[in-house]
Nanobody, 125 residues
Framework: VQLQASGGGLVQPGGSLTLSCTSS????????VAWFRQPPGKKREGVVA????????PYTESVKGRFTISRDKSRNTVALQMNNLKPEDTAVYLC???????????????????WGQGTLVTVSS
């Protein structure tokens, strides 16, 4: 099973991007899906996850109020809308299905099951 993350690129501070996560031949409908990110030289961290019912976990503190996760079952896609981007948001963003969905906190890296290859987001002027 392979997920594909797309939509990354170079954006100026204050700009917006929408990332998409999908899978060919594998339905995400009944899976909890999470977005993670790994800044250059740093550890991977969980950003947010969404259940199969569309319920989201809390967002990691640094993106609260700026990022929004959603899912479109008709397109087998989970999106991450990112607004008011900051240089510190620069990272490789990855999506993954989750073994466990915990509504109480952002997703844990260890709970990721099937991963995508990641898409690079660079926020710079």
């Amino acid at each position: 099973v392979q997920l594909q993350a797309s939509g990354g690129g170079l954006v100026q501070p204050g700009g917006s991007l929408t990332l998409s996560c999908t899978s060919s031949g594998y339905s995400l409908d009944y899976q909890a899906v999470a977005w993670f990110r790994q800044p250059p030289g740093k550890k991977r961290e969980g950003v947010v996850a969404i259940s199969s019912f569309g319920t989201a976990t809390p967002y990691t503190e640094s993106v609260k109020g700026r990022f929004t996760i959603s899912r479109d079952k008709s397109r087998n896609t989970v999106a991450l809308q990112m607004n008011n981007l900051k240089p510190e948001d620069t990272a490789v963003y990855l999506c993954a299905t989750l073994r466990y969905f915990n509504i109480g906190h952002p997703p844990a890296v260890d709970d990721g099951r099937y991963w995508g290859q990641g898409t690079l987001v660079t926020v710079s002027s």
